[in-house]
């Protein structure tokens, strides 16, 4: 008898920052080296409304593309790290081909939308596993809320507070609570 398994492809959305973060984690030289946003910030979607060539430590952009879900926090982390957008997205995929991610393709660090960005339920929960297990990544994740320091542009710093706990009253489930999150469109 042979069995077949449908795994459905769907658009991971901002899910996709949690690639973008391990990523960025496992390849930065320094987690505190400072991210320029450049000239060209990305404004679509969520944003953390950081301003043209503003300047932070790579862990407070962590937390702010994480947490806030800021899309123009996960450009300028790509193009620090990546090279460029596109140069990053590459890296992605071939994470994701070391961890048996068979039904995605990523064609940013955002998840905003292209039909050729894709993932699946199996393969985000093969991502979420194996980067709950880097310390640095799950202190991001579990945080309600975090403040940077002074940059270049925000001289009292920045606080950014998850959408993942913002509509939680409650954070129990039946058999435990939830620690962390990643929320996507």
């Known amino acids: 008898m042979q069995v077949i398994i449908f795994v459905a492809q769907a658009y991971p959305a901002s899910t996709t920052k949690i690639m973008t973060c391990i990523l960025a984690i496992e390849n930065a030289a320094d987690i505190n080296e400072i991210v320029n946003t450049g000239s060209d910030v990305e404004k679509r979607g969520s944003t953390c409304h950081f301003s043209r060539n503003e300047e932070m430590p790579l862990i407070d952009m962590l937390y702010g593309m994480m947490m806030f879900s800021g899309n123009d926090a ?8 990546g090279g460029s957008e596109s140069g990053f997205a590459e890296m992605m995929n071939k994470k994701a081909q070391r961890l048996g991610m068979k039904g995605t393709h990523f064609c940013d660090t955002t998840g905003l939308h292209d ?25 991001i994740i579990e945080s309600p809320r975090h403040s940077t320091g002074v940059t270049n542009i925000h001289p009292s710093g920045i606080t950014y507070y998850s959408t993942m706990f ?20």
């Open 166 to 185: 913002k509509n939680l009253s409650d954070t129990s489930v039946t058999g435990g609570k939830i620690l962390g999150g990643k929320t996507g469109y």
């Open 115 to 139: 039909p050729d960005h894709y993932s699946t339920v199996r393969d985000i929960a093969v991502l979420l596993k194996y980067a709950l297990k880097n310390d640095t990544f799950r202190e």
């Open 74 to 81: 996960a450009k300028a982390i790509a193009e620090h790290i």
